[in-house]
């Protein structure tokens, strides 16, 4: 049976949201939640709906034994979480976009004629871009991503940390992807948090912001 989401209060997402470094190691949570956590936050938006993130759930005592070493300052979140999802963003998503646009014309959402000309549109703009523009794009819409997940699992319930100090030149072949294809994002852990964690201070709206 999949959790029913504890609140669907948007402000007390934001608000009570915080970055949790110890877990209580008792709570698992099932690959049916798991799945319908991720399967929502992939509603996230993404250039030309291409959804070049892909993720990775590290639950396993052999898993996190691997991730371990790689994860420099974050030891407490990979030992104690449920789990650690890795997200990657595939700089070859365009692969899936036959895929995606025929099935948007399937259910209704597209016509056919719009998606064959803009996959012939795209198939030319994705021959010819850049590297370096592609590789920004995928980091983009994987950080989106990341935090459509992480106020996801705040909706059911469960804590995150977003967490950047790991060994990125390794843990794509560590975790046998890849690493020419899979460029890494982020790691996130997820569970119940073991206590509570801090209150963070923001800048004022008009220090980080200009109007013209």
């Keep these: ?38 399967e929502e936050a992939t509603l996230a938006p993404s250039s030309v709906n291409m959804q070049p993130w892909r993720f990775i759930v590290i639950e396993s005592e052999e898993g996190k034994a691997t991730l371990a070493p790689l994860a420099k300052f974050n030891q407490a979140q990979v030992e104690t979480a449920s789990a650690v999802i890795a997200i990657f963003g595939d700089l070859n998503n365009f692969e899936n976009g036959e895929e995606i646009y025929s099935k948007a014309v399937e259910l209704g959402h597209m016509p056919l004629e719009v998606k064959e000309r803009q996959i012939s549109a795209l198939t030319n703009y994705f021959k010819t871009l850049d590297p370096q523009v592609n590789r920004e794009t995928v980091l983009i819409d994987g950080g989106i991503v990341a935090m459509q997940l992480i106020l996801v699992a705040r909706a059911y319930g469960y804590d995150t940390c977003p967490m950047g100090g790991f060994e990125k030149d390794k843990i794509a072949e560590a975790l046998g992807l890849d690493k020419e294809r899979y460029v ?29």
């Design 184 to 212: 890494p994002v982020m790691l996130i852990s997820i569970g119940k948090a073991a206590e509570d964690g801090h209150t963070s201070v923001r800048l004022p709206i008009n220090k980080v912001t200009q109007w013209k």
């Design 1 to 38: 049976m999949i959790d029913i989401q504890e609140t669907n209060d948007f402000k007390e997402i934001i608000k009570g949201r915080r970055s949790i470094r110890s877990y209580d190691k008792d709570i698992k949570i099932s690959k049916e939640v798991m799945s319908k956590i991720l």
